[in-house]
């Protein structure tokens, strides 16, 4: 029904710009607090992802459970590109009056606007966190044929003959190539970074074929080849062994202090009014603690750490400045 | 054997009357949304998602895939009826299949269409039953050498696509290549020719282009003796192909499928590949190549398969390997999974009697298009006895809404009517259309394979020849563009412009 109408808005719209040659920009009315949100009114959810990514599956997860207590639609719109810059800059530049909400996944929304290169519009400052939903940490693995049988045999082989190994990310200035740059930072170790753009199924295609010899990725995408025996994880970047990776061991116990992963929360426009906020801050809680929605996103390798809007926005600066002391070297390895 | 029984097993559960209708109802809202320029199969797909969320999820996926081959092909008609593709697959199809319209064979057109489309789809379904496993391993054989050799092997087709002037053929490749450049460059990772502009970041849309060009530019260029031709009503006769026009077809069909099936097995290879090289093909090895352009069936038979094969054949590394080979692929990935299925091989471990049904749904799908399209073809042909000027007005009407809905931005519908503009002068001064479509298509994945191939080999270009699979396909590249100099084929097939 939902869609009906959206097309029907769709039609809408483009027949008013077709009629009257100019762009119908409906302006946003103030919303006054008490009443939010106003019945019949759509909350957009701007994913900044293409759709069948685990962000947008975590999004479209959610998204029934908000609509119910909200009371309203609410919409997932994709808006992908750019690493994330062009839906992140779509959600900052839309009014902090709730109707817009995002989701936000680092370290792709911390990245962009550290590199000038990248022309980002937005800062830190134009986010107002609502929630964390997931953790979704880094994990290295091997073929699973390869000489290498631990860690420390992977790193060591990498500090003996630098860049002799080559290491899938799913870009530049992503989560995998950040952690690249913090191994290498803290071990010497160094592998020839291959960066497939396209994302995490382009990557884990290239290594399944042995087209590159290390897989760097995140425990959800690794889940299922561990399973099937076509990868050997040799360590995961985090404190505590991941509970879908109850085997491999952390790179903490493996003798190597590194945390690298993918976050990921919502957030909307700064300057919510605090009423607003409050509300979609409960609502985002309850849905991203819902018993299914917890339980289909295990089933998928994610593992559900909610964190409020104020822990949230806490952690993301202490995110901040762990890659700004890597950043050089993620800019100057191509 | 087992897997006949799964299989029959899958036809069991795919047959109840409410998975019938899920197949019918998603067949059909799939040829609608393909018909409105703009939303091809990855919005087509993304749009109807919630429709399916309340369902079980054997219905849910059949109807997900119905819409999915659906839209592939409601974008063909309005490709041979208008001009104007409805999704970038097709694209390739407009030259001859919008040539047969202007002689009164739109019918042909689309009847072959449709039965190129259920014999594509059908055979590589059956390569899915029979062979799944195998052929999904064969597909990472392909890594990015091997990728951009394939790409050499497409760019190679200006050849063919040539048309009168091989000068004129390369600067349309050049614009394709420059206008695909447009973005954050994949190798700096720093915008290029965006203008400062953050709409750009992230490339020009495909579709907004390729409506621009061939639809708004070919509605531009009407002139009033030229746009009464157009609005030939076909007779009932012309609605069926002829005995020679079946003949000229069952070759293309068969070479359509062959490309589609193998290219559809590549990850991350888009149907629009496959239905440019199955055009390019029927250039090559047509007995009736020299009427290519001019409204040749064969022009429409080729792609037209081939697009289906491919997009039957993408669905093998989703279901073997749990990778989603297109975007379209991808979004059906999303689909699985929010009904709790990982696709994969553990989807016939732990979901057996859900893949096998889904396999049956796509057989039944594929023939649920052809019994629903066939007859239908005159209600579609009946489109053109709508007085010109009232259908000019409509057309623009759904160029519009296609350019916008996109991504629900009225830039898109800007870049849209830029790129009519530019197809309008391109066609007065006699520029063909369609190497700029195809550099526009393999430009991005041609650069982007280039980049990872010699990050793999750190630099050395010797890994391009030095792996068996990309110096063959290299080799096939270099004589496809040299043959004509060898004199192997008479020149003259080279002479025609696809463009008319």
Known sequence: ?334 | MDTLNELLNGFAAAMTWQNLLFAFLGCLLGTIIGVLPGIGPVAGVALLIPLTLNLDATGAIIMLCAIFYGTAYGGTITSVLLNTPGEAASAITTIDGYAMTKIGKAGAALTIAAVGSFVGGTVATIGLVAAAKPLGELGLLVGPPEFFALMVVGISLLVALAGKSMVKAVISGALGLLIAMVGIDPVAGAPRFTFGMDRLLDGVSFVAVIVGVFGLSELLSYRKDTATPTVHAPNLRSLLPTRGEWRRSAPAMARGTGIGFGLGLIPGMTGSVSSLLAYGAEKKFSRHRHELGKGAIEGVAGPETANNSHANAALIPLFTLGIPASPTIAVLMGAFLQQGLTPGPTLFTEHSEIAWAIIASLFIGNLLLLLLNVPLVGLWTSILRVPSSILTALILLFMVIGAYTINFSVFDVFVMIGFGLLGLALRHLDIPLAPMVLTLVLGPLMERSLRESLEISQGDFSIFTSRPISAVLIGLGLLIVFSPLLKLRKPKALNEDPET
């Open chain 1, 1 to 334: 029904m939902k869609t009906r109408s959206r097309i029907a808005t769709a039609l809408a719209a483009a027949s008013l710009i077709a009629l009257t040659g100019c762009g119908a920009n409906a302006g946003a009315t103030n919303a006054s607090a008490g009443d939010f949100p106003k019945k019949g009114k759509t909350i957009d959810l701007v994913v900044a992802f293409s759709s069948g990514g685990a962000v947008d599956t975590a999004a479209r997860l959610i998204q029934p459970i908000l609509e119910k207590e909200l009371g309203t639609n609410v919409e997932v719109i994709n808006k992908p590109g750019a690493g994330g810059q062009i839906g992140y800059t779509q959600l900052t530049s839309a009014a902090p009056d709730g109707y817009t909400i995002g989701a936000t996944g680092s370290p792709s929304v911390v990245v962009s606007p550290l590199d000038p290169a990248r022309g980002a519009k937005y800062t830190r400052d134009s986010f107002q966190p609502l929630g964390r939903q997931v953790i979704d940490p880094t994990v290295i693995a091997v073929q699973p044929d390869s000489p290498y049988k631990t860690l420390k045999e992977l790193l060591d082989a990498a500090k003996a003959n630098p860049k002799s190994l080559t290491a899938s990310t799913t870009g530049l200035q992503t989560g995998e190539h950040f952690a690249l740059a913090q191994i290498q930072e803290s071990t010497s170790s160094e592998f020839a970074p291959v960066h497939f753009s396209e994302g995490a199924s382009q990557a884990t295609t290239a290594f399944l074929g042995k087209h590159v010899d290390v897989l760097v990725a995140n425990v959800s995408d690794v889940t299922d080849l561990t399973k099937q025996g076509k990868a050997r994880v040799l360590g995961v970047m985090t404190s505590e062994r991941a509970p879908s990776l109850p085997d491999i061991p952390t790179f903490k116990e493996a003798g190597y202090d590194l945390e690298a992963g993918t976050v990921r929360g919502y957030s909307a426009p700064a300057g919510l009014p605090a009423e607003v906020a409050k509300k979609l801050e409960a609502a985002i809680k309850t849905a991203i603690e819902d018993p299914t929605v917890k339980e289909k996103m295990s089933a998928l390798g994610l593992q559900t750490s909610y964190l409020s809007g104020e822990d949230y926005k806490q952690f993301w600066a202490g995110q901040e400045e762990d890659f700004k002391k890597v950043l050089p070297l993620v800019q100057k390895t191509n």
